[in-house]
């Protein structure tokens, strides 16, 4: 069956440290792969895209991989701060398709 | 850019009423919506795909007639939940792409909403 794993449902590190989150997938071909922030009580915010195609992105302090091989992608927060706490989604995109599958999220906490 | 507000953000309802809840692009056309039920610590539900101007594409297990989606313009969606019971209780979220959006373009949600059913 397909599924969309991240690593862990809860993650806690110190302020300063960078916060790696993981997304495995099984029986999917994802033609690329996104990430997404969700705070408490309202919808998901678009952060980072990555195509197949693609084996890294960066946005500020974010960093994205995306090894099709391992069927995995890694999000990565440097330098991270309590204001980054909030659950992250990866969702994954089939060619052609319009919707997205997503993942149940890691929720982040970074402590002061 | 790429504002999608989403109204109620929270109703509470009796078992048995209808509940509206309104999804609107800002400051883009949306052409493709999509409503997603999220549950606690779970992952986005997709309910249901809505293009403008023509009938919703329910996933499976998703009673079309329990949830009614409306699509009438390229700003506006509605999803009504018709005799709702306390099961129906839940995070609705709706999301829309740009007109000029391809497959790949990163979704814009609306913040939510809340919806439970004494």
């Known amino acids: 069956s397909q599924k969309i794993e991240q690593n862990s449902e809860a993650l806690n590190i110190q302020e300063g440290k960078t916060a790696t989150l993981t997304c495995n997938y099984t029986?999917?071909?994802?033609?690329?792969l996104q990430w997404y922030r969700q705070d408490p009580g309202r919808g998901p915010v678009f952060l980072l895209l990555?195509?197949?195609?693609?084996k890294e992105k960066r946005k500020e302090r974010l960093k994205v991989t995306f090894d099709t091989t391992l069927k995995q992608s890694l999000f990565h927060i440097t330098a991270s701060q309590p204001a980054d706490s909030a659950t992250y989604l990866c969702?994954?995109?089939?060619?052609?398709?319009?919707?997205?599958?997503f993942g149940t999220g890691t929720r982040l906490t970074v402590i002061p | 850019g790429a504002v999608v507000s989403q109204h109620p953000s929270r109703v509470i309802c009796k078992s048995g009423t209808s509940v509206k809840i309104e999804c609107r692009s800002l400051?883009?056309?949306?052409?493709?919506m999509f409503w997603y039920r999220q549950f606690p610590k779970k992952s986005l539900m997709l309910m249901a795909t809505?293009?403008?101007?023509?009938?919703?594409?329910?996933e499976q297990g998703v009673e079309k007639d329990k949830f009614l989606i409306n699509h009438a313009s390229l700003t506006l969606s509605t999803l009504t939940v018709t005799s709702a019971h306390p099961e129906d209780s839940s995070f609705y979220i709706c999301s829309a792409k740009g007109g000029q959006g391809s497959y790949n373009s990163p979704l814009h949600f609306g913040n939510g909403t809340r919806l439970t059913v004494t």
């Open positions: 990555i195509r197949e195609n693609e």
């Open positions: 400051d883009f056309q949306a052409t493709t």
């Open positions: 029986n999917y071909s994802p033609a690329y």
């Open positions: 969702a994954l995109a089939l060619t052609g398709a319009n919707n997205l599958f």
């Open positions: 809505s293009n403008e101007g023509s009938k919703a594409t329910y």
